[in-house]
Structure formats: C-alpha cells, structure tokens
C-alpha cells in the first residue's frame, strides 16, 4: 500500500530537490491523512493553533524501554508518513526528556521539503535542564539548512546566558511563561498558556510527539477541547513490564466510579507496512 522510494509527482512548502535518505509517501496515502491535517492554504481563524497529538506506540501502551533508552519502534512506511506530517506542520512540539534521552533532529526529510519548509522544533524545558551544544543535532541541522533552531519553553526569568547565545545564533529563543498552580498544589506550565505563546509567535499548527509526560497531560480534561486531531502509529509488539507508558489520569464520574479517562470519535485505521495507523478526534 505504500511505499518510501518511488517519485512523487505533488509540490509541498517549501520544495526542493530531494537529498539522500528523503523520504517518500504516495498520493495515495496521503489522502487518507488529509481529513486529520491542517488544511492546505488557508488561514487558521485568529488565535486558533491545529494542534496535533502524534506518537507511536507498542501494544502494551509503551513508547520506550525505558526514559534513558531512545527505542524505535515505527517501521519504514510509517517513519515517512511520520515526516509528510512533519510536512504539514510549523511546528514540532517534545518535553525535555525526549530531547535529553534522544538528541532529536527535530526536522523534516520528507522529499521536497527545502529550508523554509521545515518545522519549527518546540521544546518544554521548564527549568532549562537541557544542556545542548552546538554539535547537538538541531544546531548541526539548522546550520545546514536542513532544520531550525528551537524554541524553548521555560519558567526562568533569566535563562543561561551560554544556552540563549547558542540561540539567538541559530535563530532560536527562549520563551518564558508562569507556572500555574494545580488542583492538588502542584505547579506546572498550563498547556493553555503554551499553546497560546505558539500562536503569539505566528505558528498555525504543532504537532506534539511526546513524550510520556507530556502526552498525559495534554489529556487530561480541562485541555482535550484544545487537542484538533490525533494520530497514533501502534505497532506490533509489546516491550514488555516497565515501559514508558502513555496512561492518562483515571477519570470517575459523579458517583466515584471510573470512566474511560479519553474516548476518541470519526475513527479511521489505516496500515503502513506492518504498522497501522489510528485517525481520530477527542470526543468531549
């Protein structure tokens, strides 16, 4: 059904002429995403950001071995449709975590997707914990024209000055936002708060990739009406007891009883390769 090497014959953003290792989906199985993407050339309704919720995922609900052990778990058709949607977005958006653990690119290879096509990189690192390089990928890439610099989310007034030179020669920024103070007394960045910076900065969509904490709580309740698509790659395996596991918080309804914590609705699966892929909308 699909396939990672034959030509394509449509003009994304940005297009350019394919460089070795870009990746490749068919018309065909493009169009089965289109329903469950950001609409092509038009405009977004002021403040509006597409936000969708994108990962893979093994059949015991894991997305890694562990939170130090970068796993793959996509197989190649469902990796290039990975990046058509990358693609699609302005923006990439992962936790501190997975750009700590994995060192990401962050980019697009996508066949066709030049400099101006690529998407934005996002990183939640409340705290500025990542310690990046300039030989971290996102840098190396950005320098190359084959990426951008990202844009950190964090809490600090004053972040490292080391990191925001790094930045600012790349083209990248530090945004800074409040923390916003739970139910329970916990502190936390409110995705609300994010998602509206995002769009502050001009971007119209944003893919989220993860990871575990940053899935589960993006689907807790008060934020699921802010979630436009979802798009999940389950693959067929299971990693076994102790993985990172996406497992929202238990919901219970008016009597204590539990509920289904998130349903989605406008179901579609679709293969690619031996994965298969699940469309939906949050059902609220």
Known sequence: MTST??????????????????????????????????????????????????????LDSSLAFSPDIPTALS????????HYLRSRHDAILIGVGTAVTDNPALNCRFEGVGPEGQPRPIIIDPTARWDFSEESKMFTLASEGRGRAPYIITVLENPPTEKKAILD????????????????GGHRIDWKDILRALTVEGLKSVMIEGGRAIINSLLLPHYLPDITSVIITITPTWLGEGGVVVSPQRRLDENGNPIAAVRL????????????????KVKF
């Open 5 to 58: 090497s034959a030509p394509s014959t449509e003009l994304i953003p940005g297009m350019a002429d394919p460089p070795k290792g870009a990746l490749y989906l068919p018309v065909s199985s493009r169009s089965l995403l289109e329903p469950h993407l950001p609409p092509k050339g038009e405009r977004n309704p002021d403040g509006f950001l597409f936000t969708t919720l994108t990962f893979a995922t093994s």
């Open 75 to 82: 197989g190649p058709q469902a990796k290039a449709m990975t």
């Open 169 to 184: 020669k790349y083209g990248g920024k530090f945004i800074t936002l409040k923390l916003s103070t739970t139910d329970v």
């Open 265 to 280: 609705r406008a179901v579609e699966w679709h293969p690619f390769g031996e994965d298969v892929v699940l469309c939906g």
